[in-house]
T-cell receptor, first 116, second 113 residues
Framework: DAGVTQSPTHLIKTRGQQVTLRCSPK?????VSWYQQALGQGPQFIFQ???????QRGNFPDRFSGHQFPNYSSELNVNALLLGDSALYLC???????????????FGPGTRLTVL | AQSVSQHNHHVILSEAASLELGCNYS??????LFWYVQYPGQHLQLLLK????DPLVKGIKGFEAEFIKSKFSFNLRKPSVQWSDTAEYFC???????????WGAGTKLIIKP
């Protein structure tokens, strides 16, 4: 059983460009969350997708957007990249809502984004 | 806004020493509490969690944590660490009213053989 997978592993972009990161959830999971982890810090919640809709959003600007597909995979898009967007972007998936009070999140390896 | 504080950013211990990593959170209501671990070169993985009930919870690899509501704390403990416990440890909190996990900055633990 494959766990959460993310692509690409590493990415280098320049300021002002746009980037798309991809995530495939663990088998049987329908909920996908995205996090940004800057160097030396803990993950920060960007948003969560469930049933192809953004269910909750953290404190991130509209330059950060996402999508969830019918097969539950997800994309994170960042427009007009800034130097400060350089970070590790983590995807986490979890079981269908209602199985437990708060479902454990399973994490992928992350995508390392460098903005020059 | 909610916040999570992990008091030690770096901890260095010798094998067989006892470990306690501190975690405090700011939210006063019902909380779901987690410790995640990231071993070198590996993904974040759940170490243990607390939702309700017995405030002393046991996780994988001999770790345990105690929820003290009056202190807003959820400290991680292990009686005797091993070299293989070298990793980064993160405390995370969910307030039960939404889907967001709030994370501490992490503690890098180095165990000297």
């Amino acid at each position: 059983d494959a766990g959460v997978t993310q692509s690409p592993t590493h990415l280098i972009k320049t300021r002002g460009q746009q980037v798309t990161l991809r995530c495939s959830p663990k088998s049987g999971h329908d909920t996908v969350s995205w996090y940004q982890q800057a160097l030396g810090q803990g993950p920060q919640f960007i948003f969560q997708y469930y049933e192809e809709e953004e269910r909750q959003r953290g404190n991130f600007p509209d330059r950060f957007s996402g999508h969830q597909f019918p097969n539950y995979s997800s994309e994170l898009n960042v427009n007009a990249l800034l130097l400060g967007d350089s970070a590790l972007y983590l995807c986490a998936s979890s079981l269908p809502s209602g199985v437990s009070s708060y479902n454990e999140q399973f994490f992928g390896p992350g995508t390392r984004l460098t903005v020059l | 806004a909610q916040s999570v504080s992990q008091h030690n950013h770096h901890v260095i211990l010798s094998e067989a020493a006892s470990l306690e990593l501190g975690c405090n959170y700011s939210y006063g209501g019902t909380v779901n509490l987690f410790w995640y671990v990231q071993y070198p070169g590996q993904h974040l993985q759940l170490l243990l969690k607390y939702f309700s009930g017995d405030p002393l919870v046991k996780g994988i690899k001999g770790f345990e944590a105690e929820f003290i509501k009056s202190k807003f704390s959820f400290n991680l403990r292990k009686p005797s660490v091993q070299w293989s416990d070298t990793a980064e440890y993160f405390c995370a909190v969910n307030d039960g009213s939404n889907y967001q996990l709030i994370w501490g900055a992490g503690t890098k633990l180095i165990i000297k053989p």
